[in-house]
């Protein structure tokens, strides 16, 4: 047992070929107990920033930007985890988008990680025309989770922010990448199509009122009709009649320019 200094004790032990001794022993100190402070002080509240990586097939049309950032606070051995992204896109295909479905994944160096489904139908909108930038996804505000066990130790993953850019349908009718990916919302098109048409056809405001506020399935269906809801309530009947009337006609423009597409092919 050794004495370093006039009060603190502590035991020095020596083995062959191994340097023992007072000084050698603060040494040995000093190079644990800084780590371990370095480890509860960093480990209070970290934040990462990733740049948002492509990840799609060659030929993708388009340009994706963005960061996203991952804040981690760890108590004892448990993680509170947030994620603030803004991830944009830009139309270098020369031709108007009316489809896209995207996969965006983003994680944090402790796990936490989330994939998201980005499906884009505007063929009853107006499309994404050439060189438009858009964005393709954004953070909601208080987007925490929490998990358990993590050991502070641990080598900790690389945060990432990766998007696949997996089915577009261009304007004239053409596509890029795998049609089966955006097999369910090409199956509601119908379904929205043929209510967009009764609601055209309502004879007064109360019968476009009426129809207008009975749900339709499936629920990705009736979400076109909630934007239309919200005009309504926001701007009054006819602006949501001159929605409706809006919708069909996109519609029928673009249906109108795939079957031109179509006819030059034959």
Known sequence: MGILGDSTLIPIFCWRGV???PEAAMRFRATLVLPLCLTLSAWAQLTFTVPVVDQSDFGSPLEISGTASFTEKVVANSVTTSSEYLVTARNASGR???LLVAYFDEAGPRGGGT???LQFDNLFRPEFGPGESFVLARSDPGNRSSFCCVNPLWTADEP???VR???????DGSTFGDEATAKDILAIRSVVSDRLHRLDGARSDQEFLQLLEQKIQPDAADAFFEAV???Q???GTAAARNQVRSGLANAEKHLAASRITE???K
């Open 19 to 21: 340097e023992c001794g």
């Open 96 to 98: 108007g988008i009316v």
């Open 115 to 117: 994939h998201h489904i």
């Open 160 to 162: 990432k922010a990766e």
């Open 165 to 171: 850019v997996q089915f577009v349908q261009f304007s």
């Open 229 to 231: 809801r919200n005009i």
């Open 233 to 235: 309530k926001a701007k």
């Open 263 to 265: 006819a030059g092919i």
